[in-house]
Each structure stands twice: as C-alpha cells, then as structure tokens.
C-alpha cells in the first residue's frame, strides 16, 4: 500500500465502480463519494493516474487526454444535466496527487451561493441518493461518446 489515498483508489478494485465514468492508461474520472451521504449531482473529479503532485508536473500526453477530459465532462454536465455553468478547480494541500474537481451550477442557483463550494450550501441544492448518482454517471458516460477528438 502507498502513502497517497489517490494511488491506493486505482491500485485495487474500486468498491464504488457505478462512479467511475471514464478511464484510459492516463486518467480517471469518477463522481465524489461521500461514504453513503447524499451527494451534490454531478461534482467529478478527475485524476491522474500517475502519482504527479501538480498541473505543471503533467507530459504532454497526459495533459493532452486530462484536459480533453476536462471538457467533454464539461460539455456532458452542459448537454446531459442542464449546467449552467462548471467550476473547475485543483487544491491538493491534503493529497500531494493531482486531481482536478468539476463542479456544475445549476439554474436557479441564488447568487450568494455561487462559487464551488458555496453551492452546496445552497438549501435548495440537487443532492442525489447513491442510485441518483449512479444513473447521473450512466447519463455522462453515454454523452462522452457524442463528442469527437
Ligand atoms: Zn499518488
């Protein structure tokens, strides 16, 4: 087992596969987890699958297939659940292993939550049970395959 949490997730099976929605030799791209607790709909998270600590520490190939994906999830939040808009961001304080977070704003949402986490705090915000997200996955994943490279 290593020190890092992102590199122990892709080394063995994944418990919680239903939230994987892409994956080739570089990246992996999954919607949160939060143990059980209803989630936000449609908040991704993007790994590398290298362990790589930041944005500047990517080849260009990895690069290439990380922002590819960022935009066709993008685009899939857009097409497929009605975002208006995505917020994009990468900490890595906590985990030294790059992995970037999408997290969509819906209609509706009052400007005093906008930003990516304020909208959780959102009352109002779309929470989903497990099987919700499983099916918002199934959604994205379908509508990876209408974009072209
Ligand atoms: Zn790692």
């Known amino acids: 087992m290593s020190a890092c949490f992102i590199c122990n997730k892709h080394a063995g ?4 596969s239903n939230l994987k929605i892409y994956e080739d030799e570089y990246v992996y791209a999954g919607h949160i987890d939060r143990d059980g607790q209803p989630n936000y709909l449609g908040h991704i998270m993007i790994d590398l699958k290298r362990h790589a600590a930041s944005l500047a520490d990517m080849t ?15 685009k899939a939040l857009k097409d497929s659940e009605q975002a208006e808009h995505i917020y994009a961001y990468v900490m890595g304080d906590a985990v030294p292993h790059l992995h970037m977070h999408l997290v969509p704003r819906y209609p509706g949402t009052p400007k005093e939550h906008w930003g990516p986490n304020a909208v959780y705090d959102w009352n109002a915000a779309p929470m989903g049970e497990e099987n919700e997200v499983y099916n918002l996955c199934a959604r994205i994943k379908q509508h990876l395959e209408n974009y072209n490279e």
């Open 13 to 16: 099976d994944l418990p919680a």
């Open 60 to 74: 260009m190939e990895e690069a290439r297939s990380f922002g590819m994906m960022m935009t066709k999830l993008s």
